[in-house]
Nanobody, 116 residues
Framework: QVQLVESGGGLVQPGGSLRLSCAAS????????MGWYRQAPGKQRELVAT???????NYAASVKGRFTISRDNAKSTVYLQMNSLKPEDTAVYYCNVALTATITYWGRGTQVTVSS
C-alpha cells in the first residue's frame, strides 16, 4: 500500500503560478511511473503530466510549455510546477503513482482555482 498526500493547491489569479507537491510513502526509485491528473466539475478525470522511472515525460497538449513535472527521490515527492495558469486549469488535481503497469495508487486530490 502506498500513501500519497497532495498539497499546494489554492486560489490564484490568471497568469499566476502554483507548485503542487505529492509526498509518497514509497521510494520513488522503485515505481514504474508517477503522474498528475485533474478533474473539473462535470468532466472526466484527465491526464495532466506523467514521469516514468527513467525520466521520460508526457504532457497534455493543453498544459505543454506551462506545466513541469519533476521528482525529488530523497524526499519521495513528486511536483507539478504550474505557470501561466488559466481559468480552464481550475480542477481538483490528483497525484498517481504506479508501482507496475497495473498496480496504481491515488491521492485524495488538491483543489486549484484560477480566477480573478
Amino acid at each position: 500500500q502506498v500513501q500519497l498526500v497532495e498539497s499546494g493547491g489554492g486560489l490564484v489569479q490568471p497568469g499566476g503560478s502554483l507548485r503542487l507537491s505529492c509526498a509518497a510513502s514509497a521510494r520513488l526509485e522503485s515505481v514504474y511511473a508517477m503522474g498528475w491528473y485533474r478533474q473539473a466539475p462535470g468532466k472526466q478525470r484527465e491526464l495532466v503530466a506523467t514521469l516514468t522511472s527513467i525520466g521520460l515525460t508526457n504532457y497534455a497538449a493543453s498544459v505543454k510549455g506551462r506545466f513541469t513535472i519533476s521528482r525529488d527521490n530523497a524526499k519521495s515527492t513528486v511536483y507539478l510546477q504550474m505557470n501561466s495558469l488559466k481559468p480552464e486549469d481550475t480542477a481538483v488535481y490528483y497525484c498517481n503513482v504506479a508501482l507496475t503497469a497495473t498496480i496504481t495508487y491515488w491521492g485524495r486530490g488538491t483543489q486549484v482555482t484560477v480566477s480573478s
